[in-house]
Structures are given as structure tokens and as C-alpha cells.
């Protein structure tokens, strides 16, 4: 294991702080991201790192989408929104309930552009936050798995919103394993753009998934 450096730690922790903020009934959970992003280029510069080292290389893109490996990592958290969806119009309608009322402001055919380049801003914005930045740097001091774990545990938890406490669960777990795969994307890439893409995928078969059902 490699030991990192005191800005990393510091960033690591004031995410993982920020990641717990809306249990407090503050909402700035979210700002763990612009840490990590601000963290994530501050390391960058002081350790002189080559793109592709960085984990954020904009030319890799298309190498590695000629893998077709990676396409079955790229699809799963689509399959797993349709998964959670599906799951819930036959067992829980109550969490459909629950999401619209969060993005019912965004739901809708006429705003899709808009939230297609949202969705397209905030899934890179996550991604070299929570992969570039906070798993690059947990991995070196853990094992892939137990960092993976960490890091999406904290992402989870940064996007909880209160309501039944079994909604609530059904929508942390799924989020939680679609926190995961979009780690192995990037830990199979080293690429957060690759992985963004995965992100967006996800987050965008999502709306498309509730503006059909609603």
C-alpha cells in the first residue's frame, strides 16, 4: 500500500464529513463534490500528473470504449435502474412516489435538453470527485473492494432524502450498487470520463424510465 499525502487526506475527509451532512438536516451534502473536484486538480498540479495518470484523460475515451468488455459494465446500471424500477411498480409504489416528488420539477419532455446536459455536467462532476479523486487516493491505502465499498457508502449517503424508512433503504441500496459498478468502470479504465458515461447512462435511462411511467 502507498501512503498519500496530506492534501489528499484532508480532502478524503472533508468528503467523507460533507457525506453525513444531511443527516444533520442541512442539505450541503452535495458540496463534497465541488471538495473533491477542487481536490482532485489541487493533487493533480502538485504531483505533476499526466492525464492518463490522473484518472481523467479525455483521449482515452475511445479506446476505451473499443473494449468490449467494458460495454457490460457500461449497460449494467441501466439494467439495475430497470431492475429498481421494475421491483418497485409490482412491490413498491411508494418509492416511485418518493423520487418524483424530489425531480418532478425536471420531469418533464419539455425540459429534456436541459436535463441531458445537467444529467451530462453533474455525472463528470461525481465522477472526478468520487472515482478520480476519493477512490484513486482510498486505493492506495486499501484493497480495490473495501475501497470501492467506502467510496460508494459515502456517495449513498450523500444523496439520501428522508421519507419511509423502507424507501428510503430501496433507494440507497440501489444507488449504492450503482456507486460500485461505476468504481470497476473506472477501476477497469482508470478514466473518469469513461465512467461518466456509465453515470450518465444511468441517470439518464432513469428519466426516460419516469417520464414513461408518469
Known amino acids: 500500500m502507498k501512503k498519500i499525502g496530506t492534501l489528499s487526506l484532508i480532502g478524503l475527509t472533508v468528503m467523507a464529513v460533507l457525506s453525513f451532512a444531511n443527516f444533520s438536516g442541512t442539505s450541503i451534502a452535495g458540496l463534497a463534490v465541488i471538495i473533491g473536484i477542487i481536490f482532485f486538480f489541487a493533487v493533480k498540479k502538485l504531483e505533476k500528473q499526466?492525464?492518463?495518470?490522473?484518472?481523467?484523460?479525455?483521449?482515452?475515451?475511445?479506446?476505451?470504449?473499443?473494449?468490449?468488455?467494458?460495454?457490460?459494465?457500461?449497460?449494467?446500471?441501466?439494467?439495475?435502474n430497470a431492475v429498481s424500477i421494475g421491483l418497485a411498480l409490482l412491490f413498491l409504489p411508494e418509492?416511485?412516489?418518493?423520487?418524483?416528488?424530489?425531480?418532478?420539477?425536471?420531469?418533464?419532455?419539455?425540459?429534456?435538453?436541459?436535463?441531458?446536459?445537467?444529467?451530462?455536467?453533474?455525472?463528470?462532476?461525481?465522477e472526478i470527485a468520487w472515482r478520480a479523486f476519493f477512490q484513486n487516493q482510498v486505493s492506495k491505502m486499501l484493497p480495490l473492494v473495501p475501497a470501492?465499498?467506502?467510496?460508494?457508502?459515502?456517495?449513498?449517503?450523500?444523496?439520501?432524502?428522508?421519507?419511509?424508512?423502507?424507501?428510503v433503504a430501496y433507494d440507497l441500496f440501489f444507488v449504492?450498487?450503482?456507486?460500485?459498478?461505476?468504481?470497476?468502470?473506472?477501476y477497469k479504465t482508470n478514466n473518469a470520463w469513461t465512467s461518466a458515461i456509465a453515470h450518465f447512462l444511468a441517470n439518464l435511462s432513469s428519466v426516460f424510465f419516469f417520464l414513461w411511467i408518469y
Open 50 to 80: 499526466p492525464a492518463r495518470a490522473s484518472g481523467l484523460d479525455f483521449r482515452s475515451i475511445g479506446r476505451d470504449l473499443k473494449k468490449k468488455s467494458i460495454w457490460f459494465w457500461l449497460i449494467l446500471p441501466v439494467v439495475m
Open 95 to 126: 418509492y416511485l412516489e418518493y423520487v418524483v416528488a424530489r425531480t418532478e420539477a425536471f420531469l418533464s419532455w419539455n425540459l429534456l435538453f436541459l436535463m441531458i446536459l445537467q444529467l451530462a455536467v453533474f455525472a463528470l462532476g461525481e
Open 148 to 167: 470501492l465499498l467506502l467510496s460508494s457508502l459515502l456517495f449513498s449517503l450523500g444523496h439520501i432524502a428522508f421519507g419511509a424508512p423502507i424507501v
Open 176 to 186: 449504492f450498487v450503482n456507486s460500485f459498478l461505476y468504481g470497476v468502470v473506472f
